[in-house]
């Protein structure tokens, strides 16, 4: 399921970036751009593109959350209260910069990470599967792991066949187009599938 691709994303990719700015804390600037491009980077390919935005924006949203809660509740406050509009102010200006800074490092590494997200999908019926599922969760047909069914196939399982159509089916002669490697029927001049035509 897409929804759990991106929680994976948005969680290894947030344990990572958190690992990795703790590591490269040494170097002051330098250390956290390289562990946010790289947890930006196993976000996105883990979670696609989507991961990636929610890791950028997660951290400078929930703290703007939690200054906000904090900044109506000093309000109260005499001489503290005068002041919350200032200081809300420059929190905001302050969040804004974080999220934009995250957004163009993460933002990097997600792009980058999200061209090599392949989620796996059904060849029948294109539905999300688990990697490796013997069984469709969605059409209950059996997939061979490393086999991709040819299209014949695939349009024969989504249209199902009569008892003629059938035996029709099982009767025809075929052969390899030698182009795309499909089966087709014998004496054909053009291969259905990838348009070429045959050899006599």
Same mark, same amino acid.
């Given at each position: ?16 970036? #958190? ?7 040494? /170097?002051?600037? +330098?250390?956290?751009? &390289?562990?946010?491009? !790289? @947890? =930006? %980077? ?45 200081? #809300? ?7 804004? /910069?974080?999220? +934009?800074?995250?957004? &163009?490092?993460?933002? !990097? @590494? =997600? %792009? ?89």
């Amino acid at each position: 399921m897409r929804l759990l691709d991106v929680l994976a994303g948005l969680i290894v990719g947030g344990i990572v970036w #958190g690992i990795l700015s703790f590591l490269l804390s040494f /170097i002051p600037i +330098l250390g956290w751009v &390289i562990a946010a491009i !790289i @947890g =930006g %980077y196993i976000a996105g390919r883990l979670g696609g593109g989507a991961a990636a935005l929610i890791l950028a924006l997660f951290s400078p949203i929930l703290t703007a959350v939690i200054a906000g809660a904090l900044l109506s509740f000093i309000r109260g406050f005499p001489i503290i209260g005068a002041i919350t509009p200032i200081i #809300g102010a420059i929190f905001g200006a302050f969040t804004i /910069i974080w999220a +934009l800074i995250n957004l &163009i490092f993460v933002g !990097i @590494g =997600g %792009y980058i990470g999200s061209k090599e997200y392949k989620p796996e999908a059904c060849p029948y019926c294109g539905a999300r599967i688990r990697k490796g599922a013997l069984i469709c969760s969605s059409c209950g047909r059996e997939l061979k792991p490393g086999v991709r069914p040819s299209r014949v196939e695939i349009i024969s399982e989504k249209r199902p066949l009569t008892e003629e159509k059938k035996e029709e089916k099982f009767i025809t002669p075929t052969q390899e187009c030698p182009f795309c490697g499909e089966r087709i029927p014998v004496g054909i001049e053009i291969c259905p599938i990838c348009k070429n035509r045959l050899p006599r």
